[in-house]
């Protein structure tokens, strides 16, 4: 029998954006503790690979588009039907499609941004409420990002939604207290195929102005979230954790 067979936390938890990156590395952390995971994702091959990989039992993959609210529904339905619960939601998908000045930014690509990075997790949000943690209790987890509490030139979309989501933390750890405690990570830049475009093909430059000497990996994350969702952290909440290799030291005097 494998380790990841003897382990059952009898915890359930609701990744989204999980088929590679961050939200691979997050539902990683929580199987490999004893939680069983749901994992959304766009691209069905890429999911089902996933799946895979986090091992039958402990994983099922609801493919589908996170800003859409009938798959939201399916994504909580099939969690519940699987499982039973759903005691850890973790808010992970999101885009950014634009890299230029926000003055020239088109409102449409703007609106895009906002639905799939903030609107989204709201109505995720919305649903596990519903569904499980409104009577029984839980967590919340925000993937935000160092580009939404300082200025992030060429990304300001990106880093406006990512601001969303710290406030939005802000006001779900409000609202859902005592019972779901809520709160958020922001990552500087993590080696993923979502942020290829920052460091790719010259990593080593980009990883110059990090005290700790090296980008993100996943992992990375997925131990600071698989914390946040654990009782050792249960008195934390509304609270936005910085993960970034020491980036912001920089920014002394």
Do not use: C
């Amino acid at each position: 029998m494998s380790a990841q067979e003897q382990q059952d936390s009898g915890r359930v938890a609701l990744v989204t954006g999980a088929s590679r990156g961050i939200g691979y590395g997050i539902a990683e952390a929580l199987v490999a503790r004893g939680d069983r995971v749901v994992v959304t994702g766009r691209n069905k091959e890429a999911l089902a690979l996933a799946v895979e990989k986090l091992g039958p039992g402990r994983a099922i993959g609801v493919p589908g588009k996170a800003h859409d609210e009938a798959h939201q529904a399916v994504a909580v339905e099939r969690a519940m039907e699987a499982f039973g619960r759903i005691d850890y939601l973790v808010n992970n998908a999101g885009t950014n499609p634009v890299f230029g000045p926000i003055a020239e930014l088109d409102l449409a690509v703007a609106r895009k941004v906002f639905e799939t990075n903030v609107v989204s997790a709201l109505g995720f949000a919305q649903q596990t409420w519903k569904a499980w943690q409104k009577e029984n209790g839980g967590a919340i987890v925000n993937i935000a990002s160092v580009a939404g509490v300082a200025a992030s030139p060429f990304i300001g979309a990106y880093g406006m939604s990512k601001a969303a989501m710290v406030n939005l933390t802000l006001q779900l750890a409000h609202e859902m207290a005592p019972g779901v405690r809520v709160n958020a990570i922001a990552p500087a830049v993590v080696k993923t195929k979502f942020a290829a475009a920052i460091y790719e093909g010259r990593e080593e430059e980009a990883a110059a102005s990090y005290p700790l000497g090296r980008l993100g990996v996943p992992e990375d994350i997925g131990g600071a979230a698989a914390f946040l969702l654990s009782d050792a952290a249960g008195w934390i909440t509304g609270q936005t954790l910085v993960v970034d290799g020491g980036l912001f030291l920089n920014a002394g005097v």
